[in-house]
Structure formats: C-alpha cells, structure tokens
C-alpha cells in the first residue's frame, strides 16, 4: 500500500505514527519519493495542496484532509469527484477548539473586554453579569466542534446554549434552531455568538450588516470558523459603533491578516494568528492511520465531505 504526503509541514511525526500502526505501508513524499507510476498510489494525506496536483493519482481509495475544513481543498477544480474525501476529526483537534471557545466565552461573559478598557483610564467600577445559567451563547455551527465547545461550557454551568445548523438537532439541553428560515429567532437570543461553521457557498459573509442588525447591541462575537464567513467592513462599522462590543477573531480572508488591517489596532478586538486548534501531528496521524486501515479491511471511511454541500 503507498501513502502520499502533499504537505509544507514536517512529515516526520506523521511517517514515524503511520509506519507503526501501517507496518505493510510505504509512506511517500511528494514530489521526491513519488513513483513512476502515480496509479501506484492509494492514499494522499494533504493539506492545501496546489490546485490540479490530487487528479494526478487515478487509483485514489481516499484523500485525508490533514485539518478540519475543507474549502481549500475544494477550490481546486480538477479534484477527483468519486474519490471519498476523508477531514479530520480528531480528539486533540477538538480539545484545542474548546479550549479557544471556552477562553473567550468566559472572557466576554465575565466582561473582562469592559474592565480592559477600563483599566487603561484607570477606572474602578462593578459590572456583575447576568447569571451563567442564564446567559444566551449561540453557536453557529454546532458539528464537531461546536458540539464539543457547548458540552463544556455546560459543565461550567452554562444553561442557556443555542445552536444554528442546517439539519434539526436533538442535543441535550441545547435548543436547536435549523435553516435561514429559523437564523433571525437564533441571533435574536443570542449575547456571545461563537461561528463554527464551514466556509461554503451558502456561508460566506453570513455575518453581515443584516444579520449583525439581528443581534442583541453589546453582544460579543467569537470566530475560529473561517475568515470569508464575516464581512469585515460590516463588521468593523459594527465594533466602532458599539452594537457588538467586543470580538475574538482567530480566521481572516486573506490570512496573514493585512498589515493594514483596522483589527490590528481596535482595543475592542482580539487578533490571534490561526491557532484556535492546530493540528497535533500525531494524533491526527493515529486517527488517520486507523481509518486506512478500516478502508483496507473492508470498511466505509467515516467523516467524509459531501461535496454538493461543500462541507
Ligand atoms: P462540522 O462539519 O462537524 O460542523 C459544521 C456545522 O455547520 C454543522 O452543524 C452544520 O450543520 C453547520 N452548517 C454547515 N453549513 C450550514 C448552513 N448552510 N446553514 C446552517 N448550518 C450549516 O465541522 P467542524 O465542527 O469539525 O468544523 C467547523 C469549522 O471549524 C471547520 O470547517 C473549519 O473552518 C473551522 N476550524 C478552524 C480551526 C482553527 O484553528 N481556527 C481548526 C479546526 C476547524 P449540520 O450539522 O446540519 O450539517
Ligand atoms: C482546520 C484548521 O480546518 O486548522 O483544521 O483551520
């Protein structure tokens, strides 16, 4: 069996996990170590591989996204439309999530963006917030990561959590809103909104003038989703005029962020650099290798895209 890395990334954690668990496997570089016959090849792990490279292989069992989203992949025209593409979920990968989530949402429930400010003009002064129970958190989003995020904020006491996803949702003691149709009840409730949803063509720019306009004034909002979900003008008009009090942004379009950006110097914005969540190369090569191996002994890989969908 011949496993391809198309990465910039250090293989080695990746090839030294994958020959333990895959003794029988040949683990490949690409370009260097790639066959003369690239037929040969029956997995691709990648990450933002150059557009046109994953049709170069016709023998393709699955390709493993190397991270959770998968809109870079999918920009590339020419990806193989009948090969299983497989995106990481993976135990160390969630766990960096909830511990970005639950950092801000702490943050911003404790009003710690108020007394940062207040602190600069040496100012002492109370803000008891509202109960924790009480608290309206919205997750945008509420797949994997989002799921994983909620559950711990329950268990911090968090009680009044509400999720937007395409399809209905039965989760305990979370409220489920679905569809365009239920969005404005959902920003409506919502006081800190946390936007793990997926870049795709029905996502892009969701937060926006309109459905800022939607949300209560003050309210705080949290991105380690992607950058193209915001529009960042609206956005910005939004911080400067108060009607979102502070944000935590972690994804930007394009990344790096713009050196001229206005979030770099806004006192009530949070910039971090792409690193709600990393991928721990290990892990994700554990998980990856295991799934490999359920292909080979038979079964269906688990935590593929649905490419009508694009996520
Ligand atoms: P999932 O696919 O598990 O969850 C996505 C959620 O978004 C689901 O609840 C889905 O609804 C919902 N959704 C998708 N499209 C729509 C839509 N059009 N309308 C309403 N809801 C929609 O993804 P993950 O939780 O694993 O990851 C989420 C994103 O987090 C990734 O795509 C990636 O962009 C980002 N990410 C960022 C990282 C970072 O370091 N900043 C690290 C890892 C991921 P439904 O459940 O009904 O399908
Ligand atoms: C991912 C990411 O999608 O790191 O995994 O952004």
Redesign the pocket.
């Known amino acids: 069996m011949k496993i391809l890395y198309i990465s910039k990334y250090d293989p080695t954690p990746w090839q030294r996990k994958i020959e333990k668990i895959l003794p029988e496997a040949d683990f490949l570089l690409w370009p260097d170590e790639a066959p003369d016959n690239l037929g040969e090849i029956d997995y691709v792990l990648t990450w933002k591989p150059e557009p046109g490279v994953l049709a170069l292989f016709p023998n393709l069992k699955a390709i493993f996204n190397m991270?959770?989203?998968?809109?870079a992949l999918l920009q590339d025209k020419s990806l193989p439309q009948n090969v299983p593409i497989v995106?990481l979920?993976d135990p160390l990968?969630t766990s960096?999530?909830v511990e970005?989530v639950v950092h801000w949402v702490l943050h911003f429930h404790r009003q710690f963006h108020i007394y940062g400010a207040m602190q600069k003009k040496r100012e002492w002064k109370e803000f008891p917030p509202p109960f924790t129970a009480k608290r309206a958190i919205g997750f945008?989003?509420?797949?994997?990561?989002?799921?994983a995020s909620a559950q711990a904020l329950q268990n911090l006491g968090f009680k009044n959590i509400a999720?937007?996803?395409?399809?209905k949702?039965q989760l305990p003691g979370i409220e489920s809103f679905?569809?365009?149709g239920e969005l404005e009840t959902f920003l409506n409730r919502t006081e800190i909104l946390i936007t793990?949803?997926?870049?795709?063509n029905?996502?892009e720019k969701i937060i926006n003038a309109k459905t800022i306009s939607l949300l209560p004034t003050g309210a705080c909002i949290i991105n380690?989703?992607?950058g193209g979900l915001v529009n960042d003008d609206d956005l910005i008009a939004a911080l400067k005029g108060g009607k979102i009090a502070s944000a935590a942004l972690?994804?930007f379009s394009p990344e790096p962020l713009d050196e001229q950006s206005p979030y770099w110097e806004m006192e009530n914005v949070f910039v971090t650099p792409?690193?709600?969540?990393?991928t721990v190369a290990g892990s994700a090569a554990s998980v990856t290798a295991e799934m490999i191996k359920k292909i080979e002994a038979g079964g269906e890989p688990e935590n593929t895209v649905d490419l009508s969908?694009g996520?």
């Open positions: 991270g959770a989203g998968v809109d995106r979920v990968l960096g999530m970005y945008l989003g509420i797949g994997e990561l989002g799921y999720g937007w996803s395409r399809n949702k679905s569809g365009l793990l949803l997926p870049l795709t029905e996502t380690p989703g992607r972690d994804v792409h690193i709600a969540s990393l969908s996520y």
